[in-house]
């Protein structure tokens, strides 16, 4: 599928140019209507730098453009749901990422969207979202 993480991380608070874009799945307990989804901070080497020597990093997960209108992929599982649809990868210190997914929430501008059944299961979930 052609997903790597790092080639859509982005450190301090902004949108992600389009050519960073990248598909995302992400473990959830239940669909939103707002088709936002936050994940849990994480950690990993990848994401180490001078000002995030813990490599920690959130991601994020929008609707993405489907055939007609912007689309959440999902299937059902025995405690959830796998999703599917544009991520995101915020860097930074937990603090700071922790306002970051604040700023997220209160400017996310809720778009028109279907929810639309597809096998998920082959592809490695990056993350399960923040409780």
């Known amino acids: 599928m052609?997903?790597?993480?790092?080639?859509?991380?982005?450190?301090?608070?902004?949108r992600v140019p389009p050519e960073l874009h990248m598909k995302g799945i992400m473990q959830?307990?239940?669909l939103k209507k707002?088709?936002?989804?936050?994940?849990?901070?994480?950690?990993?080497?990848?994401?180490?730098?001078?000002?995030?020597?813990l490599g920690s990093y959130i991601m994020v997960v929008e609707p993405m453009e489907g055939p007609k209108d912007?689309?959440?992929?999902?299937?059902p599982l025995d405690d959830g749901f796998l999703i599917e649809g544009e991520a995101y990868?915020?860097?930074?210190?937990?603090?700071?990422?922790?306002?970051?997914?604040?700023?997220?929430?209160r400017t996310y501008?809720?778009?028109s969207f279907q929810f639309v059944e597809k096998n998920l299961q082959d592809y490695p979930a990056f993350g399960e979202e923040h409780a």
Do not use: C, H
Not at 92 to 98: K, N, T
């Open 34 to 53: 707002s088709g936002l989804f936050i994940g849990k901070p994480n950690f990993s080497d990848n994401y180490k730098e001078p000002g995030n020597p």
């Open 28 to 30: 959830v307990k239940k």
């Open 89 to 105: 990868i915020l860097m930074g210190a937990v603090d700071e990422l922790e306002e970051k997914v604040s700023d997220w929430k």
């Open 70 to 75: 912007k689309v959440v992929y999902y299937q």
């Open 2 to 14: 052609g997903r790597t993480a790092s080639n859509a991380a982005v450190t301090g608070w902004q």
């Open 109 to 111: 501008k809720r778009v």
